[in-house]
């Protein structure tokens, strides 16, 4: 496959399933709260699966899974002697299943709790933590490196810096968390902050995480006004609102409580949300497409399908025409065949 740079030339596209956190949460191997993707070197059986799935639904990038697999967080659980075994595994992993899927390859930096925009120290031990990530994704050879979910405008641009700086041409995609109000915590509107990292040099900009499509889609539209560069679209697969405008705010329908982290599923986006957002991007000239948080193979299909991948996991969408009970040659069956259609919908009872 052609790189970053190539694929997404003269309009082309790219599929990019993130949101692993969240998913191997729901599949039992990592704990919200802590996030130390410690499933790397405990399970790699179960980060390979998913990558293999991602594939198989449609995903044009296998991005290595060391979000949160930085210095400070393998520090602050007591794991730091695996900072680079980790990482250095997880890039191993992503770069078999995309070589053999005929996939590119993404190195990942992220978010730190370090960050403060007045102090220069935070600044150099978050570029210094960012440098060596980006070395082993170097080394490891990624075909780009993703720089996400940073709240900060200066964190994001500290990433840029430091793949740029060490990542030996390897092409950066930047990509902002969008909270509550529209600005970045460093107070810069979205919308510029893309254009200003557009400028320094990232080759994708965007917005990931926090809200979901319906949230998210106007500031994406805001931020294609303002760059020039292939724009990144990658929500969280929850139901945001108008009211609600990130997953952290959504609430239980029936209950009222908020949901957020355990009790996401009942606000979760179906695969006809993540259809629609699909087609809303594409009208909207968004290149570089995928969901964050709550992501899932099945809902990464309904993208790569908008985008016109053609992924294997097509051959499996629903064809209800073939049921038994109620598919086309189901009248041909007897009457109890009828009554059980009509008993498991409640309809004409």
């Known amino acids: 496959m052609n790189g970053l740079i190539e694929a997404l030339a003269n309009g082309g596209t790219l599929v990019v399933a993130e949101g692993y956190m969240w998913e191997i949460e729901r599949r039992g191997y990592l704990q919200l709260g802590n996030y130390l993707p410690e499933v790397v070197l405990d399970h790699p059986e179960v980060i390979k699966q998913l990558h293999e799935e991602f594939a198989h639904a449609g995903s044009d990038v296998i991005e290595a899974f060391t979000y949160y697999a930085h210095r400070e967080m393998l520090k602050l659980r007591g ?27 993404a190195g990942n930096v992220s978010n730190t709790p370090l960050y403060e925009p007045d102090d220069p120290k935070t600044h150099e031990v978050i570029y210094a933590m960012f440098k060596e990530q980006v070395q082993w994704a170097v080394e490891e050879g990624a075909d780009f490196i993703i720089g996400e979910t940073f709240g900060a405008y200066g964190e994001a641009e500290i990433a840029l ?14 990509t902002i968390a969008a909270y509550v109000p529209e600005r970045t915590t460093d107070d810069v509107p979205l919308p510029e902050a893309c254009k200003k ?19 998210l889609m106007p500031l994406i539209r805001e931020v294609k006004k303002l ?50 957002f699909a087609e809303e991007a594409r009208a909207a000239g968004v290149q570089y497409i995928g969901l964050c948080c709550g992501n899932a193979p099945n809902l990464t299909r309904e993208l790569a399908e908008v985008y016109r991948k053609e992924p294997p996991a097509s051959r499996f969408r629903s064809r209800m025409e073939l049921s038994m009970v109620f598919g086309d040659k189901a009248k041909e069956y007897g009457a109890e065949m009828s009554t059980t259609a009509k008993w498991m919908t409640g309809d004409g009872l």
């Open 197 to 215: 990292l557009q400028d320094a040099g990232a080759a994708v900009v965007g917005l990931n995480c926090s809200r979901g499509p319906e949230t």
């Open 227 to 276: 760059c020039t560069v292939p724009i990144a679209a990658l929500p969280v697969a929850y139901r945001t609102n108008a009211e609600e405008k990130t997953f952290f705010a959504l609430r239980d329908p029936k209950s009222g409580k908020r949901v957020y982290p355990d009790n996401l599923d009942c606000v979760r986006c179906s695969r006809e949300d993540a259809r629609k």
């Open 79 to 105: 794991r730091e002697e695996d900072l680079e075994k980790l990482n250095r595994t997880a890039l191993k992993m992503a770069r078999e299943v995309a070589d053999r899927h005929g996939k590119l390859m």
């Open 161 to 174: 810096r430091a793949i740029k700086d060490w990542g030996k041409g390897l092409p950066a995609v930047i």
